[in-house]
């Protein structure tokens, strides 16, 4: 496969110019294309570039306002409700870090219910930032139903991902971010895509059957990991970002979206912790670095998310790679 090689400055550029040329303020289309680039640092490729398409698709479509003016307020003194406007995520979340950064430091603990958005951008970013103000953080949302329940063979769950972050004491926080499907909805497609096989076990064809073909699972249903543990996984994470906050859950989510090809309306839910006011005061920090460090001294160990922060120590000087056949459709979509 031909790739072009991109500097992260310049891929952030491209994303931008091509969001604005199709119905995105500034405000909207930076914080999108900062979330893009960051993922693209992590060498995430299924939350980079290539989700530039679906975002415009969404646009085109008039589904998504692009010039969305997302709106934060406090309903309970640990529990904040952001309006997104009908936008993309990005910038709601962008607007939401500092408010539910102040209200777990004041209250211990603070959530925060984002409302009105159309997400697919990478859940640690969200909760990574949080960690950065000293807080452990959890994430949840849902998508459109694509995973089939356990014993069941037709879609009826999201892909319904989960993130968590907690600080370290130097460097960046540790930080995971799983979809409750043996694999991502994004790694699908992009297997699809490149005319990749996948592992038995991860999705059954339409007609029930286990495949290894990604266009089947496609027109199929993604399983959960783990069997009946992933499914209730994804259960509570649709309760938490879909019934609990007022949104859509994922069989609305298929059942009322256009099917543009672009990120169906959903919710998310951030719950963020001070570990100061939990009862072990300022001890936390030694506390969980003691476990991180007895969990690392087994060989062959390493903490959730080690592979991507190495990745991206090494992307600001080292170019990052994309399709040509993707970068020549972002450029005619600009």
């Given at each position: 496969m031909t790739k072009v090689a991109l500097a992260l400055d310049d891929a952030r550029e491209l994303a931008t110019r091509c969001l604005v040329a199709n119905g995105c303020d500034k405000a909207n289309a930076g914080a999108i294309a900062d979330s893009m680039v960051r993922a693209e640092a992590d060498i995430c490729e299924s939350h980079g570039l290539f989700r530039v398409p679906g975002y415009v698709a969404a646009l085109s479509s008039g589904k998504v306002n692009g010039k969305a003016d997302p709106k934060i307020g406090p309903v309970a003194p640990g529990v904040l409700r952001m309006d997104g406007d009908g936008g993309f995520s990005p910038l709601a979340l962008e607007r939401g870090e500092e408010p539910l950064a102040a209200a777990a430091k004041e209250q211990g603990i603070a959530a925060l219910a984002i409302t009105d958005t159309y997400h697919v951008s990478?859940?640690?970013?969200?909760?990574?930032?949080?960690?950065?103000?000293?807080?452990?953080?959890?994430?949840?949302?849902?998508?459109?139903?694509?995973?089939?329940?356990?014993?069941?063979?037709?879609?009826?769950?999201?892909?319904?991902?989960?993130?968590?972050?907690?600080?370290?004491?130097?460097?960046?926080?540790?930080?995971?971010?799983?979809?409750?499907?043996?694999?991502?909805?994004?790694?699908?497609?992009?297997?699809?895509?490149?005319?990749?096989?996948?592992?038995?076990?991860?999705?059954?064809?339409?007609?029930?059957?286990?495949?290894?073909?990604?266009?089947?699972?496609?027109?199929?249903?993604?399983?959960?990991?783990?069997?009946?543990?992933?499914?209730?996984?994804?259960?509570m994470i649709e309760l938490l970002s879909a019934s609990l906050i007022g949104e859509w859950c994922a069989f609305e989510q298929s059942e009322g979206d256009n099917n543009d090809g672009g990120p169906t309306r959903g919710g998310e839910l951030l719950v963020a912790f001070d570990p100061t006011k939990f009862g072990n005061g300022e001890d936390w920090l030694d506390h969980s670095e003691a476990l991180f460090e007895r969990l690392l001294s087994q060989d062959g160990t390493r903490l959730p998310g080690d592979r991507r922060l190495a990745n991206r120590k090494r992307t600001p000087t080292e170019e990052i790679s994309i399709p040509k056949s993707l970068y020549d459709n972002i450029v005619e979509l600009t």
């Open positions: 990478a859940l640690w970013q969200e909760v990574e930032a949080l960690a950065k103000h000293n807080l452990a953080a959890l994430a949840v949302h849902t998508s459109k139903a694509v995973v089939a329940p356990a014993g069941g063979n037709k879609p009826f769950f999201g892909t319904d991902p989960m993130a968590f972050a907690w600080p370290r004491r130097d460097g960046p926080p540790m930080a995971f971010d799983q979809a409750t499907s043996v694999r991502a909805k994004g790694e699908v497609l992009i297997a699809a895509r490149d005319g990749h096989e996948m592992a038995l076990g991860i999705g059954i064809g339409p007609d029930g059957n286990p495949t290894t073909d990604p266009n089947l699972i496609l027109k199929g249903a993604l399983l959960p990991f783990g069997g009946y543990k992933g499914a209730a996984i994804g259960l």
